[in-house]
């Protein structure tokens, strides 16, 4: 309960200093504040500073493509798929993975945002970005810090030797490519069918690509499915509470705080239990996080939030034929068998 408590503390905090220094969607601030915390100090604080890096560069390397690929669907399906691609990979196998999936994730985002609106301020929008990502961490680190002199404990006595980096993995590579490819569709299903919020479905896809190296083989489609299973459960769940909460809240900002505080404890305290359904506990606090926590509590409504969970499913049914397709024609493909639960992510 101490643990989810302080989750609840660390995304308040962080919804306030979001829209204390002008970030626009405070909801990826309170994610970040949520998914950063860890009963190790350090590792909070490490996890922050890289979701940091990440995003910087990957808004930087946005600020210079982004302009030009969302004026050509060509340029802007190699755009995503490339970056993706490299970010994921990046994930799976680097010694500062977490700033590789930022990376990845910050591109992804300010791409298909620029596509959907022609007229975004690439410039404001990546700084904006960044200032949500800042909030989150300045509020996970100054909560797992009061939670740590609380206790009694030395945050810089926890630190952990950081992991070793591998070397070429060539699972790890097709793996990531596969999750380029999925991302490279929705610039086209975009231009076909005008779909909103895709910037949801790009970190889905790469999300739920996120399994240990170990356990991808030939074929990433058993544990990529498992994986998939439980957003979409955790997603429903979720986003079926929130809902209810923003109906019977009718634009009250107090309901929809205390909303979110519940939603949070649950979803923590599922994501605490059993291993097996981790991913799922995670995925039911992104979906109220998305639908209670709007970028104006003045505007607070159930349509964008509705489109941001539809994106995610979109996401989902993008990903699952390019990994069924591959699963059916890989050489040499064995299902693994006891394979470890994937690491959390977005």
């Not at 999936?101 to 910050?106: E, I, K, W």
């Not at 949500?132 to 961490?137: D, I, K, L, S």
């Not at 939670?147 to 699972?171: Q, S, Y």
Request: with cysteine.
């Amino acid at each position: 309960m101490a643990d989810e408590w302080a989750c609840v503390a660390s995304v308040l905090l962080a919804i306030v200093i979001a829209r204390a220094i002008g970030a626009e969607m405070v909801s990826w601030a309170a994610f970040s504040a949520f998914v950063l915390l860890k009963s190790d100090v350090a590792e909070t604080l490490v996890r922050g500073v890289m979701r940091i890096v990440g995003t910087a560069i990957g808004s930087g390397l946005a600020l210079l493509v982004v302009p030009y690929a969302a004026r050509s669907l060509p340029l802007a399906m190699i755009a995503a798929e490339l970056v993706g691609a490299i970010g994921l990979y990046g994930m799976l196998t680097a010694r500062r993975a977490y700033a590789w999936l930022l990376f990845g994730l910050t591109f992804e985002m300010i791409l298909f945002d620029k596509i959907e609106r022609p007229d975004l301020d690439t410039i404001h929008f990546a700084q904006t970005r960044l200032l949500e990502v800042v909030a989150g961490t300045v509020a996970c680190t100054l909560v797992s810090l009061a939670a740590g002199a609380l206790t009694g404990k030395r945050w810089w006595m926890d630190r952990k030797a950081p992991p070793e980096r591998m070397r070429w993995h060539p699972h790890a590579a097709r793996h990531a490519s596969q999750a380029g490819l999925a991302i490279a569709m929705l610039p086209l299903l975009h231009a076909l069918f005008d779909l909103p919020e895709l910037p949801q479905a790009a970190v889905t896809i790469m999300a739920v690509m996120i399994v240990p190296v170990a356990g991808i083989g030939a074929s990433g489609f058993v544990p990529v499915s498992r994986r998939l299973f439980q957003r979409a459960l955790g997603c429903i769940a979720g986003g079926g509470l929130a809902l209810v909460v923003l109906l019977l809240a009718q634009g009250s900002a107090p309901v929809l705080i205390a909303g979110t505080g519940l939603g949070i404890v649950i979803g923590r305290h599922i994501e605490n239990g059993l291993p097996k359904v981790t991913y799922l506990g995670l995925q039911f606090t992104l979906a109220v996080l998305v639908v209670l926590v709007p970028d104006s509590y003045e505007h607070a409504a159930a349509g964008p939030a509705a489109q941001r969970l539809l994106s995610v499913f979109v996401g989902m049914a993008v990903l699952e034929p390019v990994l069924l397709a591959w699963h059916f024609v890989a050489p040499g493909r064995k299902v693994p068998q006891g394979s470890p639960d994937a690491p959390n992510a977005e």
